[in-house]
Each structure stands twice: as C-alpha cells, then as structure tokens.
C-alpha cells in the first residue's frame, strides 16, 4: 500500500552544523518526491523537489538525494541558520494519478544559535 | 495569481454548531486536496477532488464531515455537527495534475476552534 516513513521526527543541531533528515516510500512507481517547510503558524511550501530521473538535486544550503533501489530519498541542509527551523514534510505520490501526495509524519528541526 | 484562496482563516463555534469552511484553488489548477492538521495526527488527507469529482474520501473521519466542489474554482468542506476534537487546522491545497509532477500549492489554514 501506500505509505511513507519519516525519520527523525525532532532534530536539534547548532548553527552552522549540517542536518539530515530521511523518509522511505514503499511504490516503486512513485517518480516524484517534493519536500516541503513548514514555519510556526504558517502553511506547508515546496522548499525543493526530485524526480525519479536523477539521483541528486541541489539549491544553494540545500539538497536532495534519491535512491530509487532502496526506495529512500533524504533532505541535507547545510551551514544551518535559525531561520531553518521549521517542520519539515517529505511526500511521495499516490498510487493514482491525480496528483495525490503521501506526506511523510514530519521532522521538527530547532537550530540553535 | 493569488495563490489557494481560504475563509475564514480563523473560527470559534460553539459544540454542535454546523461550520463551513471554503476554498478556492488557484485558477488552471484540476486537483484540490481538504488537510487537517494537529499536534498529536500530524497533516492528515481528509478528502481529494480531481476535476471536481471526489476520488478519495477515506480520510474523513466520520459522517459529521462533508465535502462539496460544485465547479472549479470553489469548494467547501463541512462539518455538522461540530466537536471539540475536530479544532484543528484546516488545509486547502491544489494542484495541477499532469504538469510538475503533482506539486502541490496550499493555502493559508482554516484554524478552527470548538468550545
């Protein structure tokens, strides 16, 4: 079935340090995988995206990696800052397709100054 | 584009009063998605339409709710009579389904308080 593990669900580095979080998918079908952030009292918004075709995807402090084999993805923010602290989401498609995503539980990431 | 549209962004109800919150995609988008989200259940998918027909309603949690999309730019979600456990934030998302790969755009919450 559909399902998508997420891990850890609390992360606390100091400023500057790196932090990784890991999320595992279980349909093999799956091609597209969105992380998404989610500030205090905000709404969740794309941060960054991978798709089935690469294996490793970057934007500036923040990258994606995907290992379609093992069916994992994971979310590496480095150089952390304060302002990274947030919940974070990793989600996978449905098995149908009509643009159904399977959210992962959530990281809480507290960066500490 | 003014992005997913919510109202109202916060609502204090008393317990079995019927509360509906509204939501409106953004234009162009085919897929529209109703969340709930808490501390203790995370973000939840209550209840998903694509092309203004309901696909999936196996995450709406009882028959209290009810969820609407008379046409595509407008949808409601509904719940009759209200609890107290059912005070949690309220997510309308859309997306556009075949493009982007499903990346979905959600709107600002729908916080729901019930005494």
């Not at chain 1, 597209?32 to 995807?57: A, C, H, M, T």
């Not at chain 1, 990696?65 to 990793?90: G, M, R, W």
């Not at chain 2, 079995?16 to 919150?21: H, M």
Request: proline share 6%; glycine share 8%.
């Amino acid at each position: 079935g559909e399902n998508v593990e997420q891990h850890p669900s609390t992360l606390s580095v100091q400023e500057g340090d790196s932090a990784v979080i890991k999320c595992t998918y279980s349909d093999s079908a799956s091609n597209y995988f969105p992380w998404y952030k989610q500030e205090l009292g905000k709404r969740p918004q794309l941060i960054i995206d991978i798709r089935s075709n690469v294996g490793e995807k970057k934007d500036q402090r923040i990258a994606v990696t995907l290992n379609k084999t093992a069916k994992h993805f994971s979310l590496h923010i480095t150089e952390t800052q304060p302002e990274d602290s947030a919940v974070y989401f990793c989600a996978a498609p449905g098995s149908s397709n009509t643009g159904k995503l399977i959210f992962g539980q959530g990281t809480t990431l507290q960066v500490k100054p | 584009d003014a992005g997913v549209i919510q109202s109202p962004r916060h609502e204090v109800t008393e317990m079995g009063q019927e509360v509906t919150l509204r939501c409106k995609p953004i234009s162009g988008h085919n897929s529209l998605f109703w969340y709930r989200q808490t501390m203790m259940r995370g973000l939840e998918l209550l209840i998903y339409f694509n092309n203004n027909v309901p696909i999936d309603d196996s995450g709406m949690p009882e028959d209290r709710f009810s969820a609407k999309m008379p046409n595509a730019s407008f949808s409601t979600l509904k719940i009759q009579p209200s609890e107290p456990r059912d005070s949690a934030v309220y997510f309308c998302a859309s997306s556009r389904t075949g493009t982007k790969y499903n990346e979905q755009f959600f709107g600002p919450g729908t916080r729901l308080t019930v005494l």
